[in-house]
């Protein structure tokens, strides 16, 4: 069973640094395209950035030189570092997969298309 877990979340001041997780069973990162998203409360979800199936990263315009996605193969968990967070950083953060896909067919900018979420994760920036 294919399951998404992230953590890591919390408060933090203008600023500050965040690390999230994303744990995955069932299937390995390593073979597989995934991404990081975010939605604040009133807007559409975004893309903040995603490993691509040759294991290149992209992120988003709003996040670049700020996060930084990882990965542990050995765990089978992908990081998402947040450097230089800011009030606009507030949202509840989600961690999905696409699954044994080749090509990986899912949009990263919206998130439609991929096959597993996880719960979420909510980080809070205060000025």
């Known amino acids: 069973q294919v399951q998404l877990l992230e953590s890591g979340g919390g408060s933090v001041q203008s600023g500050g640094s965040l690390r999230l997780s994303c744990a995955a069973s069932?299937?390995?990162?390593?073979?597989?395209?995934m991404g990081w998203f975010r939605q604040a409360p009133g807007k559409e979800r975004e893309g903040v950035g995603n490993?691509?199936?040759?294991?290149?990263?992209t992120y988003s315009d709003s996040v670049e030189g700020r996060f930084t996605i990882s990965q542990d193969n050995a765990k089978n968990i992908v990081y998402l570092q947040m450097n230089s967070l800011n009030f606009e950083d507030t949202a509840m953060y989600y961690c999905?997969?696409?699954?044994?896909?080749?090509?990986?067919?899912?949009?990263?900018?919206?998130?439609?298309?991929?096959?597993?979420w996880g719960q979420g994760t909510q980080v809070t920036v205060s000025t």
């Open positions: 069932g299937f390995t990162f390593n073979r597989n395209c």
């Open positions: 999905a997969a696409e699954v044994a896909r080749d090509p990986c067919l899912g949009d990263y900018a919206a998130g439609r298309g991929l096959d597993y």
């Open positions: 490993i691509n199936k040759d294991g290149s990263i």
